[in-house]
């Protein structure tokens, strides 16, 4: 059997491909009836429970009153009856532990009679708690293994909803996952708390301004996914993509994305029959899914959604990835959501836009026409401004795990300095607070084509910055550094406390002023000596930029992940998540531990498939081919010829380079460390040292090696072949 026959199974499944299912009707269900539909959202309450139980489930949901647990019993009976309608024969309660990823555990609704029959029962006390093993997840030693229990409890901010699947459905309710003890074991709870925080601090300055009207404060977060679609036939063929979840072999193809040819491409046809299932699937859970387009690198694609409440965004998030990777199975393509799958073209990122708002005063970092004149907006957006100044460590390192460390910095990705891109107009406006006063706002202009038969434009107020770790965007800010494979709790977690705390500090200065507006126009202007080092417009790759950072305005450049994690538990981060109730010093320990651990074991399966993929499939294939070489220069010499034997020479050096590396790779596995950080230093300084040494030698053969022997599928099929 020749080297290749899984990758020419592949191509001929590939060119072979026909659906496993008949087209989808979008015509017969308008997505407006489809919108929700599965979901037990407050229009689904409203009709089927009585007034008053219903009064207090809002009051929950949109003033953020305490949860009345009376009400659960009759809520559950609901609930039940709404879900068993809809087919359902189990419920679910789903919880974020740290591991990043959607946990569930799942019950049946039916209950033995004691007469030999069965009733569906569901009590308010089961869908208020759950009781799941809270050892068995990543605890940072908070739950050690003989200590197991652990709760979920109901999120009723955060809408129970109907999973379907081809044999039934089930009932799924969000919840928070908490120790025995009452610790955080997931990633909803700080957040839960985070936003708690933002909301209490933004009041005192709404009640500044005379806009205290006790309408909840609440983050809003609108995150888009990029991903990769690749066909499961290659997929399955590539131990390192199906493990890993990224190439850690494969030589560059003749062509990448240097046409720029794909990014807003025509969608290819089965991508797009994907996309539109995926929408559909969506749309039932309430997912506002609004963009969809090919991304930069071939085979890579995006999908965005409107803004909403973050807490359920965060959720919705979640659910994207889960719907992605189902439907792509469907469609014989795999979904991959690694931050660099494929060395040499664009990695993924997931754009986290955040703002924050209430229901009667809208989004509070709206400028409005002449932002200078907006002394509300200006002492939120300045809130930010400091916020992201004081903590800039703190949010490189919630952005810190191995695969993003491939790509940031990259040409796809912001640099791991954080820096504030605010545009023209905002840049021009805070400047002239530093300078003593605003008087003016830089004008939208119109933008006259030249073509008489095309509109003139409305022309924003500023251009957009691609390499800017976090730009505001018009009424809210992009976080652009957040890795696609992550969740975006732990960045929303980050970004409502040290809002929370920036907020708190200008309610203190101005609460005791005599004179508010003098007062805010100080206060501002002090924001701005001590923190407008944050402000960078420019271009964020350039080596300059990285020099006058570093060198001039002090900014820090947290390179690594290894470098950054452990900014989470620095004595500042401890002391502001415990000022505001959203972290404890034992739940910020027990992050910091699992995110390093977490880090080292990424890194040191990869260096384990690394080494087996070397020895088992590339070595065997080289020698292979180097006998071939070598029969056929000793059958030359026989006959008498003349030849070189440059290719042999070549071959003979890259095997025995990928013999002596791949060696030196085992050695450095071998390593025992004595706890966490180092054993993530390890993996940094001496594994992804030795994984890239392997690689060179195994992608540079790749490019000698006879095609009908090379075994892994290469990045020209992969990439291209759809």
């Not at 029962?121 to 759950?130: A, D, N, S, Y």
């Not at 990224?246 to 969608?267: C, E, M, N, S, V």
């Not at 690694?338 to 836009?353: C, D």
Request: proline residues 5%; negative net charge.
């Amino acid at each position: 059997m020749s080297g290749n026959k899984a990758r020419l199974d592949a191509i001929s499944a590939v060119i072979n491909y026909k659906p496993i299912s008949e087209p989808l009707n979008f015509v017969e269900t308008p997505t407006s009836e489809l919108f929700a539909s599965n979901v037990f959202n407050l229009g689904v309450m409203k009709k089927r429970l009585p007034k008053p139980v219903y009064k207090s489930i809002m009051a929950t949901i949109q003033k953020g009153a305490p949860l009345d647990t009376s009400t659960a019993d009759i809520v559950a009976a609901a609930m039940k009856d709404w879900a068993i309608e809809k087919g359902a024969t189990h419920y679910a309660h789903v919880f974020y532990p740290l591991t990043g990823l959607t946990a569930e555990k799942h019950d049946g609704f039916l209950s033995p009679n004691g007469d030999g029959s069965a009733i569906a029962e569901f009590t308010g006390e089961m869908l208020i708690q759950g009781e799941p093993d809270g050892s068995s997840f990543p605890t940072g030693g908070i739950r050690p293994t003989f200590e197991a229990r652990g709760y979920t409890a109901w999120d009723v901010t955060s809408p129970a909803y109907i999973l379907e699947n081809a044999n039934g459905t089930t009932l799924c309710i969000p919840t928070a996952f908490v120790s025995w003890t009452g610790e955080a074991l997931d990633k909803k709870t700080p957040l839960l708390r985070a936003m708690k925080a933002l909301n209490t601090q933004a009041q005192r300055i709404l009640k500044l301004f005379g806009d205290a009207d006790g309408s909840l404060v609440t983050a809003t977060a609108g995150p888009e996914q990029e991903y990769f679609l690749i066909d499961r036939n290659f997929y399955m063929a590539r131990p390192d993509l199906m493990t890993a979840g990224r190439t850690l072999f494969g030589a560059a193809p003749a062509k990448g994305q240097q046409f720029d040819d794909h990014y807003f491409g025509a969608i290819p046809e089965r991508v797009l029959a994907c996309m539109l299932e995926t929408e559909r699937e969506l749309y039932k859970l309430g997912v506002p899914v609004k963009t969809r387009h090919n991304e930069v690198a071939p085979g890579q694609y995006e999908v965005a959604p409107v803004y909403e409440n973050a807490n359920v965004a965060t959720d919705h998030q979640q659910l994207i990835m889960l719907t992605l990777k189902r439907v792509a199975e469907k469609y014989g393509m795999a979904c991959v959501t690694h931050e660099k799958p494929f060395a040499g073209v664009n990695g993924s990122g997931k754009h986290v836009n955040f703002s924050f708002g209430s229901a009667t005063h809208g989004n509070l970092l709206e400028p409005g026409d002449t932002p200078h004149e907006n002394a509300r907006f200006l002492v939120f957006c300045a809130a930010m401004i400091r916020a992201v100044d004081k903590y800039a460590k703190l949010l490189r390192s919630v952005i810190a795990h191995a695969g993003n460390d491939h790509r940031l910095g990259a040409n796809e990705a912001p640099p791991a300095i954080i820096s504030i891109f605010l545009g023209d107009q905002l840049t021009d406006v805070f400047e002239q607070i530093k300078a003593g006063g605003a008087k003016s706002s830089k004008a939208k202009t119109t933008l006259n084509i030249g073509v008489d038969t095309l509109p003139a434009l409305p022309k924003h107020s500023g251009d957009r910055n691609r390499t800017s770790p976090f730009a505001f965007t018009g009424n809210k800010f992009e976080f652009r550094a957040v890795g696609s494979n992550q969740s975006i709790a732990t960045p929303l977690t980050v970004l409502n406390t040290i809002i929370a705390e920036s907020i708190d500090y200008m309610a203190t200065k101005l609460e005791g002023a005599d004179d508010l507006d003098a007062a805010i126009q100080k206060l501002l202007q002090e924001i701005m000596v001590e923190h407008g080092r944050i402000i960078f417009n420019g271009d964020g790759y350039s080596e300059a930029w990285h020099k006058e950072a570093e060198e001039v305005r002090g900014l820090p450049n947290l390179r690594t992940s290894v470098d950054a994690i452990p900014e989470f538990g620095s004595e500042e981060a401890v002391a502001l998540f415990e000022k505001y109730s959203v972290l404890s010093p034992r739940e910020v320990e027990s992050r910091v531990d699992v995110k390093l651990e977490q880090y080292a074991m990424a890194v040191i399966v990869e260096a384990k498939l690394t080494a087996r993929i070397a020895k088992t499939m590339i070595f065997p294939a080289a020698i292979r081919y180097q006998s071939e070489l070598a029969t056929t220069c000793a059958n030359l010499k026989a006959v008498g010829y003349t030849f070189d034997t440059n290719t042999l020479d070549r071959m003979t050096e890259l095997v025995r380079c990928l013999q002596d590396s791949t060696v030196e790779l085992e050695a450095a596995l071998a390593h025992e460390a004595d706890d966490v950080m180092a054993e993530a230093e390890h993996a940094l300084n001496k594994l992804i040292p030795a994984m890239n040494v392997v690689r060179g030698y195994a992608d540079s053969l790749e490019g000698i090696v006879a095609d009908d022997l090379w075994p892994l599928p290469t990045y020209q099929e992969m990439l291209y072949i759809k």
